[in-house]
Structures are given as C-alpha cells and as structure tokens.
C-alpha cells in the first residue's frame, strides 16, 4: 500500500518554511489505518515486547493499537503533570528551548522489554527521552517503531542500539 498517497503535505505549518506531513488523512482512511497497524505490528513481534511506550499525543495512538493487536500493555509517556502517581521525568532539547516528559515510576517491572512507538521520528530528541524513561523504569528497550521517518534530520543516530522500523521514508 502506498501510504505516503494517504499522508497531506501541509506547507509553512506550524510555521514558514516547514513542510508538515499530516497523518490525519491516514487514520481516517480505514484501509490505510488498519495496513499501518498490522504492517508495524508484524515487525514488532518479533522483539517480543511486553509493553509498548508511546509519546503524548500521536504516539498514543498507534502505541494503543499496537499494544492491542499484540496482546500487551501500553505506558504512555507524558508532558509534565498529567501523570498522578509518582514520575521520572527527562528534559530534552528542541530546536527553540526545551521540554520535558514523564513516566509512572512503576509503570513496568524492572526487566521488562519495552518498544517505543511513535508517529514520526525527525531530530530523534523525544525519542531518546523516552529511551532515556525507559531506561529509568529499568525496562529492558528492544526497538523502535515510526510510521515516518525524516531521513535527513538523522534522528535514529541519536537512539540507542536497537532495531529502529519506519513505515514511510521523506
């Protein structure tokens, strides 16, 4: 399937000069939507995790599903306070600035193999965060999964030493 077909180019958002590829058009396709899931999911399998980390907000949803689809947990990683329970939080670097993430201290036992999952990876910085949260949980990091990869921000030199998957190459 063609998922790039399923993919919008929005130029100059969320500002000139950038070229935002919005994924909506895609979760709304039904067919494109369930081929994304099914396609991760068959090359996540094979890491055998026991829990899929996904980053607020568009990792959430193809984290969920996959987590569904494979018969496993999900944890997902949040901006600052939106967590109840006790956190690890990183701060990471962006291009204007910094943010930060969190995770439940027990979100996993310690041990536990973990992949991370997420819309896009460009610059590779919420990615090594939650690399960094799952390393803090003590879970054992076994891949990372994208729908889209912007190949020539780099961002996979920036994660550690695991499978990395992408759907979509730009």
Not at 130 to 145: H, N, P, Q
Request: with cysteine.
């Amino acid at each position: 399937m063609d998922l790039k077909a399923l993919i919008r180019d929005i130029p100059d958002f969320p500002k000139p000069g950038i070229l935002f590829r919005d994924i909506t058009t895609l979760l709304s396709d039904p067919a494109g939507l369930r081929y994304s899931i099914d396609t991760l999911a068959s090359k996540i399998e094979d890491w055998q995790p026991e829990y899929i980390v996904g980053m607020e907000s568009r990792g959430f949803i193809f984290g969920a599903a996959l987590a569904y689809k494979l018969g496993i947990g999900f944890i997902p990683i949040r901006k600052p306070g939106k967590l109840p329970a006790a956190v690890w939080n990183v701060e990471y670097a962006l291009e204007y600035g910094t943010d930060k993430l969190e995770i439940h201290q027990d979100a996993a036992p310690a041990g536990s193999r973990i992949a991370i999952v997420d819309d896009l990876i460009a610059t590779g910085g919420t990615a090594a965060a939650t690399a960094k949260l799952v390393r803090e949980i003590g879970g054992d990091l076994v891949g990372c999964a994208f729908l889209i990869e912007l190949d020539d921000l780099d961002g996979r030199s920036h994660l550690p030493d695991v499978p990395i998957i992408s759907l979509v190459h730009y």
